[in-house]
């Protein structure tokens, strides 16, 4: 089979980042140059033609997530999201309760920030995880304290909806009504979810939603935070402090081109998720289909079964030599399972957490299949992988490292 018209290395890292929609820097363009004015400056034109684009752009950012254009914040991404929203709620929270519940597979950027409320005298509680990545309603409903205040009362959950490695979904919705039974906060990190699956904040139930335009097919230095303003129990103090932008959540002066990018990259995932989603959805089909098909070594597909992304596939290799499976696979830009933090590759902690001793979860890979991508770059994929870890398969001796091992997670047709 020839590739002739296939562009190399092929991109399938779209949890890491998304490449710009055209649409979207079209949109942009103008705010650069000709409309460039301080969105804060409505003394004259510059200023004021900015107040229809913004209030345009929010709207399609709430109509999106069907919350109302003031329950927007704009920040710099799903970082600053998280740690306004944690830190935020420990700020304004910290006479009452001082308890926060959290998973061992969020984000560094929630995990270390709990980390960084721990020494300032917090108490934080990891949950474990099943064997598909998922945390249990019972399990938040069990480590919720109920003490009158202190580390003895829990003032915040915060969990992710989709999990950027292995696309599990937590269940939100349900642990939603725990929380709020227990009159605890909940934050949910959804940079994975918003702009991938449908997200309607009033279902999910959450108190705060921190998602991202990068992730979405919009430009990088962007996000928001839902804050449910309605409620009279939702309490947040802001990290950031100047000239009182935003409603005072968030000082700074407002990115325009970046904010109306966002708000186009909503208006084309809210027209256009339906038809994405399925699409996504059959070729990530295809090509789990086609390595279980062909592939000759043992490999393990982590995440759960049905409760997941749709563009997401990670895959663990325990027969293969992580560092010869990282330089070999290289016409596809995939991620694999370490972050190399020093210079040694460390452990994903998500796969450890979901029991993979460090060498397998250093011998996996990781599948974001987007928006452009197609039927034909995913064939030629399969092609790759199969012919990669056939080599190194037989070079490792087919020996195998870790054993027993599964095939797979769970039932193959449900990929
Ligand atoms: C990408 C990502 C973040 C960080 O978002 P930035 O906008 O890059 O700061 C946070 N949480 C999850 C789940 C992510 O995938």
Redesign the pocket.
Known sequence: MTHSSLKLPIYFDN???TPMDPRVLEAMLPYFTEKFGNYASVGHVFGRELQKPVAEARASIAKLIRCRPEEIIFT?????S?NLAIKGVADACCASGRHILTCRTE?K??LNTCKHLEEAGFAVTYLDVDQHGRVTTEAVKTALRRGKDGVDRTMLVSL?L???EIGTLHPIADIAKVCQEAGVLLHV?A??GVGKIPVNVNELGAHFV?F?A??MYGP?GI?ALYVRKSDPCVKLNCQMQGGGQEGGYRSGTLPVPLVVAFGKACAIAAEELGEEVLRLKAMRERLVKGLQERLEVEFILNGHPQERLPGNVNISFPTIDPELLGVSLKDIAVSSGSACSSSRPVASHVLKALGRPDDVALASIRFGIGRFNTMEEIEYAIEHIVAVTNRLGKRTGGQSIHSPVLRSAGPASEF
């Open positions: 949890h890491a980042t710099s991404g799903a970082t600053e998280n984000h950027c929630v992710m989709a999990n950027n990190d940079a994975q921190s991202t990068h992730k990088k996000g």
